[in-house]
């Protein structure tokens, strides 16, 4: 006989039991993400010397940062309270700002892939510069604020009959009944989305022709040369991998949304269940692998790493403050990153 005095607290701790796989998958991902995020902040914000890659990566770590401190615990929360969540503007607020940072952070890998495109398909052309890259970065937060802003007439929350006569609220990543809006707007972003993946494949398809027919074209007269293209091919190559990522864990999201009521879930076993929920929260990847994308293809980025775990940074700050009166060479190799960055 069933159980009619259930309350809705046991009704939450029935459903953090089915997504437990799920929460132990966003609890790494905070883990992971907010040190991560810290340490390409602190590194790119004091090491690196002042670039147009250097300003959008910088940014792009800002958001992903927020992401990761605000954007996972409110993941968090809204599973832990599944059915007594409480407070729509909290939902609808947090929901507006997740989606935000979303689409600020995938203008900026836009206008990273733009950078790379033009300077190395179109060199001799008007460039994105230190003058102007902060003007480009603010329209890339304009058009996210823009893009993000109908979800305030597009509330996530939404009460729902959890039987026993009980009625819970819930802040919901897919809602159980979404209206036509609703529908017609997850289609709009999961279309939006996909002409940022064409593109992006595009972009960079373009880019590895070229740099192709350089490489068989490549003659070495000076050391100069061969570093300006060694460190254009490691820009090129984190700006690649980082839009292989958000393809990679942005594109599901919406996929799930949309075929959200083409899935019968009581007919899932717990494993099916657990990575169904895994997959809604994909997206989480993209605001966490940065770090390991620059440790991986930036060999100076590697380096100050393990310089600042080893708290060596401040020996290697001394030794900066007299690099100009001992020898010019540093000065202008970093100018020299500069130009072509």
Not at 108 to 121: E, G, M, N, V, Y
Not at 198 to 221: E, W
Request: hydrophobic share 45%.
């Amino acid at each position: 006989m069933a159980n009619v005095t259930m309350t809705i607290s046991e009704f939450n701790d029935e459903k953090f039991r089915d997504l437990l796989p799920p929460i132990v998958f966003i609890v790494l991902t905070l883990i992971i993400g907010v040190p991560g995020n810290l340490v390409v902040l602190v590194i790119y914000g004091k090491k690196y010397a002042k670039s147009v890659h250097r300003t959008i990566v910088w940014n792009l770590a800002v958001a992903d940062q927020i992401f990761c401190t605000i954007g996972i615990p409110f993941n968090i929360a809204r599973i832990v309270h599944y059915y007594s969540f409480e407070g729509e503007w909290t939902c609808v607020v947090f929901v507006v700002l997740l989606y935000f940072l979303l689409l600020y952070s995938t203008h900026l890998l836009l206008l990273l892939s733009i950078h790379r495109f033009r300077k190395i398909c179109f060199p001799l052309r008007t460039q994105i510069s230190l003058n102007n890259v902060n003007y480009w970065v603010f329209a890339c937060f304009v058009i996210a604020f823009i893009l993000s802003a109908p979800h305030f007439g597009l509330s996530k929350y939404e009460q729902i009959k959890v039987g026993h006569n009980l009625t819970g609220f819930s802040c919901a990543i897919s809602l159980s009944n979404p209206s036509i809006y609703s529908t017609a707007f997850s289609y709009g972003f999961l279309a939006l989305f996909f002409v940022y993946t064409i593109a992006l494949v595009v972009i960079y398809s373009i880019i590895g022709r070229k740099l192709y027919i350089q490489h068989t074209k490549r003659i070495r007269k000076k050391i100069i040369i061969s570093t300006k293209k060694a460190i254009s091919s490691k820009m090129t190559k984190i700006a690649f991998a980082i839009s292989v990522v958000f393809a990679m864990s942005y594109i599901p999201l919406f996929i799930l949304q949309i075929t959200e009521k083409m899935i019968n879930k009581d007919d899932l076993n717990t494993f099916q269940f657990a990575m169904l929920r895994i997959g809604e929260r994909l997206y989480l990847v993209n605001h966490v692998a940065n770090p390991f994308i620059y440790g991986i293809f930036d060999n100076q980025f590697k380096k100050h790493f393990k310089k600042l775990i080893t708290c060596s940074w401040r020996h290697d700050e001394t030794k900066s403050s007299n690099r100009d009166s001992t020898t010019g060479t540093e000065v202008q190799l970093e100018q020299f990153n500069n130009t072509i960055a």
